[in-house]
């Protein structure tokens, strides 16, 4: 396998992807480099921690044939990482064709010995037609096929383009046909006017469409994604390489990046940012400085490998939701595009069952996070409670976990034999029905939320959602719930609703545990009292 994963969270993933000059560790950003004109040299872009670079296979053959053939293409640009070629599809969208075929551009990428090669493709583009999308992806393919039978090295990695650009159902249905090729890499094109127009909701809808037909063990390349605000998004949906030149292309227009976006430099006073430019500049030096041009393009650089290094740790740590989350506050188009990632189904197959780390729920969205909907799933859909008489529903306690709280422990003790009959739940809010048997179990204790996602409303509705699926799906004769002012009211106001009022136990919080554990032990020993004197009146 060329490819390996080592840690995932939601569909990111780090992985291991072998190629001739070393191990390329993902995500990556590739940064796209000129074959014979270079504004930061290769050499310098290597030693700032890029170990892979992307150059144009296209424009090496026009330039620099010759020289590139005798001498190969790390030669040719000064790099001994690994070297990854773009084929000439970015201008045959820019300028409609090339002169060159299929072919040719097969056979020159094998002599050049690059370590990963791109098809001829023709990429799609946004504001076009669907009659022209269809030939885009008809064109591809066929190119891809011709690509496929005119390989000679098995030591050269293959990217196979995905097009259709944003109508969904050609990009399903060339995903499907490049998979029969069985490419090593495969790439998602056309997106770079779609992230230029900050059309992160329709993105989300382009790779999620893709992942949906990709095997899980080839890594997906986002074509010309380089922005601090898109890196983190695709590779929570499952993107793993990326390529940009936007670090020249933007220092060439003054804009500055920042973990949060670019900005202007006529805009700023100071430099927010600690990297070796920064730290030695001001910003009339990156405005008016003789070489002010490549040091904006160093920073942005920076800026672009600071990004990619976040989110390989918060892979690692169990927090790319969070990190995302913090990142989709940037921009207001970013934040639709996060709130959609409630529905997107493959950010469960990566995230960890059980992590290390508490889960942090700040926000209403965060009820639907991978982990809070599985744990409230596996509830609903594994276990069953059907032999129980009494479900004795206990407020969330800070106490943690319930199992072992001084509150169910002196309950436990006050019911004494009852207790058999007597199923016992903790209410958390977004996370649901807790039984006390798993109260220890990750994250029903490993959790910590703000009380704007306790109160929320929409949380609420969740919860009492499979407050009531556990009901209906188990009858049990009676129903207890206790609660507190400390209970958020939105949550109390729904339950009412569904409960009989003689379900409810309302318990001061700042009662002594053992008077609120005899209180509630006396409420359930009535219910079960009552019940069985209803059995034998009526018997």
Same mark, same amino acid.
């Given at each position: 396998m060329a490819f390996e994963v080592k840690a995932s969270d939601l569909a990111g993933r780090i992985g291991h992807l072998k !190629?001739?000059?070393?191990?390329?560790? =993902?995500? @990556?950003?590739?940064?796209?480099?000129?074959?014979? &004109?270079?504004?930061?040299?290769?050499?310098? /872009?290597?030693?700032l921690g890029f170990t892979a670079i992307m150059t144009n296979a296209y424009l090496a053959r026009k330039y620099a044939k010759s020289e590139a053939e005798a001498t190969g293409i790390h030669n040719l640009?000064?790099?001994?990482?690994?070297?990854?070629?773009?084929?000439? %599809?970015?201008?045959?969208?820019?300028?409609?064709? /090339?002169?060159? $075929?299929?072919?040719? /551009?097969?056979?020159?990428?094998?002599?050049?010995?690059?370590d990963i090669a791109t098809v001829l493709d023709r990429p799609t583009g946004l504001n076009v037609t669907k009659d022209f999308a269809l030939r885009t992806v008809e064109a591809t393919v066929n190119a891809s096929k011709v690509t496929v039978k005119s390989r000679g090295r098995d030591d050269v990695l293959w990217i196979g383009p995905i097009q259709g650009g944003k109508h969904l159902d050609l990009l399903k249905r060339s995903a499907k046909q490049m998979i029969r090729l069985n490419f090593e890499v495969y790439a998602l094109g056309s997106p770079t006017e779609v992230m230029e127009t900050y059309d992160f909701s329709l993105l989300v809808q382009m790779i999620h469409t893709v992942k949906q037909v990709l095997p899980t063990s080839k890594p997906l390349h986002l074509f010309g994604a380089g922005h601090p605000l898109t890196i983190p998004l695709a590779v929570a949906l499952g993107c793993d390489l990326f390529d940009s030149a936007s670090y020249i292309l933007y220092a060439k227009q003054r804009r500055y990046m920042t973990p949060h976006g670019t900005e202007r430099l006529e805009d700023l006073s100071y430099l927010p940012c600690s990297c070796p430019v920064?730290?030695?500049?001001?910003?009339?030096?990156?405005? #008016? %400085? @003789?070489?002010?041009?490549?040091?904006? @393009?160093?920073?942005?650089?920076?800026?672009? &490998?600071?990004?990619?290094? =976040?989110?390989?740790?918060?892979?690692?740590?169990?927090?790319? +939701?969070?990190?995302?989350?913090?990142? @989709?506050? $940037?921009?207001?188009?970013? +934040?639709?595009?996060?709130?959609?990632? #409630?529905?997107?189904?493959?950010?469960?197959?990566? =995230?960890?069952?059980?992590? #290390?780390?508490?889960?942090?729920?700040? !926000?209403?969205?965060?009820? #639907? &996070?991978?982990?809070?909907?599985?744990? &409230?799933?596996?509830? =609903?859909?594994?276990?069953?409670?059907?032999?129980?008489?009494?479900?004795? /529903?206990?407020p969330d306690q800070e106490e943690k976990p319930f199992l072992t709280s001084q509150i169910y422990s002196k309950l436990a003790n006050t019911l004494g034999r009852y207790l058999k009959r007597i199923q016992v739940f903790f209410l958390t809010p977004g996370l649901g029905l807790t039984p006390v048997e798993l109260s220890d179990v990750y994250p029903f204790s490993q959790h910590l939320s703000s009380s704007d996602f306790a109160e929320s409303r929409a949380v609420s509705k969740i919860t009492v959602e499979q407050f009531k699926q556990i009901i209906r799906q188990n009858k049990p004769r009676h129903t207890l719930l206790v609660i507190n002012e400390l209970t958020p009211k939105p949550l109390v106001t729904r339950l009412r609703r569904i409960l009989p009022k003689n379900s409810l136990l309302n318990v001061a919080s700042n009662l002594h545990v053992n008077e609120a554990a005899l209180m509630i032990a006396e409420a359930a020993k009535g219910k079960l009292e009552r019940s069985r004197y209803d059995e034998l009146r009526h018997t």
């Open positions: !190629t001739r000059h070393g191990v390329l560790e =993902t995500p @990556a950003l590739l940064p796209v480099i000129h074959p014979t &004109r270079q504004n930061i040299p290769a050499k310098r /872009i290597q030693e640009i000064g790099y001994d990482g690994i070297v990854m070629t773009d084929s000439g %599809g970015y201008q045959v969208l820019e300028y409609g064709d /090339i002169e060159v $075929s299929v072919k040719e /551009i097969v056979r020159f990428q094998e002599a050049i010995g690059v920064c730290c030695k500049k001001n910003p009339e030096d990156l405005k #008016n %400085g @003789a070489d002010a041009e490549e040091q904006l @393009a160093l920073h942005n650089l920076y800026v672009l &490998r600071q990004e990619v290094q =976040t989110v390989k740790q918060a892979i690692h740590d169990g927090r790319l +939701w969070e990190h995302l989350g913090v990142k @989709a506050h $940037s921009h207001p188009k970013l +934040w639709e595009a996060y709130r959609m990632l #409630n529905n997107v189904d493959n950010l469960f197959d990566g =995230t960890p069952a059980f992590k #290390n780390r508490a889960l942090f729920l700040f !926000t209403p969205e965060d009820a #639907n &996070r991978p982990e809070v909907t599985r744990s &409230r799933n596996r509830i =609903t859909e594994t276990l069953s409670f059907k032999n129980v008489e009494l479900f004795l /529903i206990l």
